[in-house]
C-alpha cells in the first residue's frame, strides 16, 4: 500500500521550499531511486535503518525501501473553494490524498511578504480550514438534496443518512473540521463516498527559523496551543535547513550538519515518522538473496492480510507465515542458526504482524 502525502499552505509559508528540499533529497535514500510522477508529484524512499542492518546480514541483489509520495498543492488562498486562483483543481487534488500536510508559517523575515500582511500562525491555519470546509459543506449539502427526496419517501436507511449528514452539517457551520466530530459509524458511512477534506488525517508543519528548529517560538507555541484538541500533530521543521540538507549527498556531510544545528534527523524523516504514526502504519520486511524489500501495512493487520500486500494470491491461499525478530537475526546472523535455536516462530491466520518483523509466507493456490 502506497502513502500519499499532500502538502498544503498559504503563498509564501515556505512550502514549495519544502517541497524542492524533498524532490531534491535523493541522499535520503542513499543509492536508492527518487523519481517525480508529475510536476507536482515527488516519490521518496522511506529511510529505514533496519533495511540496511539486513544488507548487511542477507547480501540481496537488491534492496527495495516502501516508498512515501508527497504532492505539491499549489498555495490555497482565500477563495478557493469558490474557485480563486487554482482553487478547484488543488482542492481535487487534496481529495486524492492519505494525509495532509499543511506548512504553517512560523518566522519573521522581511524580506518574504507574508499575504496578509504580518506573520499569525492561527489566522493562516483557519484561511485553509476555512476553504476547506466550504468545500465540505458543498459536497455536503449536494448529498443531502438526492437523500432527502428518498428520505420524504420514507426511506428508513436515506432517513438514517439524512440525520448524519445534517450533523456534519452543522459541524462544519461552526468552522470545525469534520475529524474533529464525535462520528458513529453510521455517520461516516454517510459521508464515507464524500472524501471529506476536512476529515483527512493533518500533520502541522511549524515552519520556524533556523534558530528555533528545537526548541519552537512564539509562532509554533501558539499553534500547538491552537491545535491540542484537534487529532493532529505538529512537527517543527526549517525549510531552509531542510534545502540546504538535500544538496549533501554525502552521508557523513549530512550527519555533520545535522550535528551543527543538534538534530538527529531531518526534517523530512520527522515527517515521514509523524505519517506514519498518525496513519497508524507499520514496516516489515521480507528478506532473500533475491531481494531484501520493506512492506507498508496497517497495524493491527493479521498475517494474511499482511502477505495480500505482496501479491492477492498469498492472502487466498495462506498457510503459514514463518516470522524472525530483526534482534535474532543480528544475534544469530543465518536463517538456518535462527531455525536451529528454535527463534523462528511459525505462525497462522491469527498472528497480528509487529512492526519490524522479518516475514516468509507460505501458501497454496
Known sequence: MGLRCGIVGLPNVGKSTLFNAISNAKAESANYPFCTIEPNVGVITVPDERLQILEELVHPERVLPTVIEFVDIAGLVKGASKGEGLGNKFLANIREVDAIIHVVRCFEDPNIVHVAGKVDPVSDKEIIDTELQLKDLESIDKKMQKVQRSAKAGDAKAKKELASLEKYKAHLEQGLNARSMDATEDDKEAVADLNLLTDKPVIYAANVDEESVNTGNEFSRA?????????????????????????????????????????????????????????????????????????????????????????SDFEKGFIRAEVIKLKDYQEYKTETKIKEAGKMAVEGKDYVVQDGDIMHFRFNV
Open 223 to 311: 499553534l500547538e496551543e491552537h491545535v491540542k484538541n484537534e487529532n493532529a500533530q505538529v512537527v517543527l521543521i526549517s525549510a531552509s535547513i531542510e534545502a540546504q540538507i538535500a544538496e549533501l549527498t554525502d552521508p557523513e556531510e549530512k550527519e555533520m550538519f545535522l550535528a551543527e544545528y543538534n538534530l538527529k534527523e531531518s526534517g523530512l524523516s520527522k515527517l515521514i515518522k509523524a505519517s506514519y504514526s498518525l496513519l497508524d502504519l507499520i514496516t516489515y520486511f521480507t528478506a532473500g538473496v533475491k531481494e531484501v524489500r520493506a512492506w507498508t501495512i496497517g497495524k493491527g493487520w493479521k498475517a494474511p492480510q499482511a502477505a495480500g500486500v505482496i501479491h
